[in-house]
């Protein structure tokens, strides 16, 4: 078992910046792939980041590109997202996942069997 514990979430105006941080502990060494999701009301779970642990390789949502940065302290079992040039669009609940290893290509729920409890990013306008 492995249990994710986020934090760092707020309220921001628009161009500011916010960093969100994941702790993972437990079984953590059987999660070689960490990920940042979120959920905005009414839409989909989508995946913004992802990491695999071993290697530090990332993958970036199109719409994130640029602007977010996902990084990780193995020494403390944390993992961030640092977010800038915020916008009202990233508004939602992001939510830290850990699994077996990270595709290539691409993001995927699936890859994903360990969450946490989310936390609410909202930025106005």
């Known amino acids: 078992q492995v249990q994710l514990v986020e934090s760092g979430g707020g309220s921001v105006q628009a161009g500011g910046s916010l960093r969100l941080s994941c702790v993972a502990s437990?079984?953590?060494?059987?999660?070689?792939?960490m990920g940042w999701f979120r959920q905005a009301p009414g839409k989909e779970r989508e995946g913004v980041a992802q990491i695999t642990s071993r290697s530090g390789i990332t993958y970036y949502a199109d719409s994130v590109k640029g602007r977010f940065t996902i990084s990780q302290d193995n020494a403390k079992n944390t993992v961030y997202l640092q977010m800038n040039s915020l916008k009202p669009a990233d508004t939602a609940i992001y939510y830290c996942?850990?699994?077996?290893?990270?595709?290539?290509?691409?993001?995927?729920?699936?890859?994903?069997?360990?969450w946490g409890q989310g936390t609410q990013v909202t930025v106005s306008s």
């Open positions: 996942a850990a699994g077996p290893g990270c595709r290539w290509y691409g993001i995927y729920r699936d890859e994903f069997n360990y």
């Open positions: 437990g079984y953590t060494y059987s999660s070689d792939c």
